[in-house]
């Protein structure tokens, strides 16, 4: 299959995939999905792996995206799919508290009409800062969460304990 | 001056006594040698000449003696008397003498007392001069060394003053300043405890007090900044 073809099948899948971590788990999934509907057409169960929010999804690629998709060309289109996750432009972003997976969709899509189309974002845990990111890209760390904020206003924030201190 | 007739008087007894051997011995010598030249009977002759003469002789000597005894006497009685006026008037004159002497070292014993007593009173006054002009200058001296030791000293504790306080101002600003590097030091460990207890407290109040909308509030307000000022592109 042509690497145009297969580019646009990715960009389908990239429409309603926002982060790494879900795309990693959607190729995964359509993986599954793919092969269980090529091999076993009439096997109508599949790994209890895949939730209930990306099975919507596979359901939501609709029939002619997987008309692509052949017993002889599906590991390529896969290996494609993998190939451009890892190319596709990454935003790394440090977060203080659990984003739920529609706050991550929302986020996503500002993200793609602020900054590129295609942006995925890798969403890591840290607790050390407060509220606020604290972001990667293009190998430069920058601090947005609160506790840079408190860092950078230390001596105001001490100044005013003081102050308050010495009523 | 008895003394002196004595041995006067001895002088001339040995003299004639001397004589008297000596003519006795050339009597005798001669006596020899005639015997010798002349025979006995000439001999018995002679010895009755001899005997003759000899007793001439003795009594001559004798007369001699007692001749010489008297003008020994005599002699010793006008010495002895000679003797005594001579002592009489060297006593007298020894007298006069002693008197004189007497008179004179009295005179001039008080001469030497006035004399004396005026150099006393001489030296008195000069030492009471000197020992005026002694206790002047020692209390001069004296005064002198007192000014100049209370000056000294004045000084001294004039340095010892500077030099105490400049030592005690040099600890005291040791001291202030081991003071503030000690309270700046603690302060900045009291401000780094601060912060680090703000971000402590903040981070478990507030993980509990956010929501999850100013959660996300938070989050695209920064990335919004951010754009902003271009930090990210």
Do not use: C
Not at chain 1, 7 to 26: A, D, G, M, P
Not at chain 1, 48 to 54: P, T, V
Not at chain 2, 64 to 84: C, F, L, P, V
Request: charged share 25%.
């Amino acid at each position: 299959m042509p690497t145009t073809d297969t580019k646009n099948l990715f960009e389908q899948i990239l429409e309603t995939t926002f982060t790494t971590s879900q795309l990693t788990r959607r190729i995964r999934s359509l993986r599954y999905y793919i092969t269980n509907r090529l091999y076993s057409p009439n096997k109508a169960q599949l790994p209890q792996s895949i939730n209930e929010e990306d099975l919507y999804w596979l359901v939501e690629l609709g029939e002619n995206f997987y008309k692509n998709f052949t017993k002889s060309n599906t590991n390529q289109i896969l290996e494609n799919f993998y190939n451009q996750a890892k190319s596709t432009k990454t935003f790394l972003m440090y977060i203080p508290f659990d984003m739920p997976p529609e706050e991550m969709l929302a986020l996503g899509q500002k993200l793609r009409q602020n900054y590129a189309p295609n942006l995925l974002l890798d969403i890591k845990h840290d607790p050390e800062l407060i509220g606020g990111p604290a972001l990667i890209i293009n190998g430069k760390y920058i601090d947005l969460s609160m506790r840079k904020k408190i860092e950078d206003n230390k001596n105001t924030i001490v100044a005013r304990i003081r102050e308050f201190l010495h009523q | 001056m008895s003394g002196l007739s004595s041995s006067l008087l001895s002088l001339l007894l040995l003299a004639s006594n001397l004589a008297l051997l000596y003519l006795y011995w050339e009597l005798y010598r001669k006596y020899v040698e005639v015997k010798k030249k002349v025979k006995s009977t000439d001999f018995d002759q002679i010895q009755k000449q001899t005997r003759s003469i000899l007793s001439k002789a003795l009594t001559k000597a004798h007369s001699i003696i007692t001749r010489a005894q008297q003008e020994g006497s005599d002699i010793i009685h006008e010495t002895e008397s000679t003797t005594k006026t001579l002592a009489q008037h060297y006593q007298e004159e020894l007298d006069q003498i002693t008197k004189n002497l007497e008179a004179q070292i009295t005179q001039e014993v008080q001469k030497a007392e006035s004399d004396f007593a005026k150099y006393l009173g001489s030296l008195k006054s000069h030492a009471d001069a000197s020992t005026g002009q002694v206790h002047k200058y020692v209390q001069t001296r004296a005064d002198q060394t007192f000014t100049s030791l209370d000056q000294q000293l004045a000084e001294t504790v004039k340095q010892l003053h500077i030099r105490s306080a400049t030592a005690i101002e040099e600890e005291l600003k040791k001291a202030r300043q081991a003071v503030e590097t000690y309270k700046a030091e603690q302060t900045r460990v009291v401000d780094n405890n601060i912060v680090a207890i703000l971000e402590k407290t903040l981070n478990l109040v507030l993980t509990k007090k956010l929501t999850l909308k100013d959660h996300m509030d938070l989050v695209y307000e920064a990335l919004e900044k951010a754009k902003v000022e271009k930090m990210i592109s």
